[in-house]
């Protein structure tokens, strides 16, 4: 009529891949999520981080705000951008959304 000790330890024999099974479907998750969210956004970041450095003097720009102008001086990290003649706004590098025309160097040869 009694339950000998070796009955109850018996059961939690096949506990370790039994864990282990449960934290598959987490880890896939993650996995999705990384490669459908995370990857894409730290991708987009590099991008925007490499146009904002290479923004030059005669670039028309267009900052998150909407305002379209011509940089006329680049400091450390703002811009002096043209929006009207006369009109100088001072706008932060990291704020433009995108360059809209690029100015090209002059040919050395030309």
Do not use: C, W
């Amino acid at each position: 009529m009694f339950v000998t000790p070796a009955y109850a330890q018996a059961a939690g024999g096949a506990g370790g891949t039994a864990a282990f099974a449960q934290f598959i479907p987490l880890i896939l998750i993650f996995a999705i999520m990384y490669f459908l969210m995370i990857r894409p956004q730290q991708k987009r970041v590099k991008q925007h981080r490499a146009m904002v450095e290479a923004v030059k003097k005669g670039d028309q720009v267009i900052t998150q705000g909407g305002i379209l102008g011509k940089v006329v001086s680049v400091r450390d990290d703002e811009l002096e951008v043209e929006i009207a003649t006369g009109v100088r706004v001072r706008v932060i590098r990291s704020t433009l959304a995108s360059v809209v025309t690029k100015t090209e160097p002059v040919a050395a040869n030309s």
